[in-house]
């Protein structure tokens, strides 16, 4: 069974850092371009950030640039999120998912991607 399972959420306050991880287990991902999302209360998913199977390219929604790092550890098969300065607005369930696709073209559409975890919340407070 293939399975992405996030973990490291919590409640944190605003300007506080977490770091979240991602687990796969099942198949590898290291060929895989990795994303990280999240989903506010009532919202669409949102596209945070994701990066190439090398790692060698990252790219980022604009509202997380220069605050959030993701990173991963192929060997590992983790994928990790680094949040920074967080803010009130950065509450949010955050999912990690995979785009089996490609291994270097970071998309943001959600529907691009093909396996997903079920996500982990993160809450700041003000």
């Known amino acids: 069974q293939v399975q992405l399972v996030e973990s490291g959420g919590g409640l944190v306050q605003a300007g506080g850092s977490l770091r979240l991880s991602c687990v796969g287990s099942g198949r590898t991902f290291s060929n895989d371009v990795m994303g990280w999302f999240r989903q506010a209360s009532g919202k669409e998913r949102d596209f945070v950030g994701g990066?190439?199977?090398?790692?060698?390219?990252?790219y980022y929604a604009d509202s997380v640039k220069g605050r959030f790092t993701i990173s991963r550890d192929n060997a590992k098969n983790t994928l990790y999120l680094q949040m920074n300065s967080l803010k009130p607005e950065d509450t949010a369930v955050y999912y990690c998912?995979?785009?089996?696709?490609?291994?270097?073209?970071?998309?943001?559409?959600?529907?691009?991607?093909?396996?997903w975890g079920r996500g982990t919340q993160v809450t700041v407070s003000s």
């Open positions: 998912a995979a785009d089996q696709s490609t291994n270097w073209a970071i998309v943001r559409a959600p529907h691009e991607y093909d396996y």
């Open positions: 990066i190439s199977s090398s790692s060698r390219i990252t």
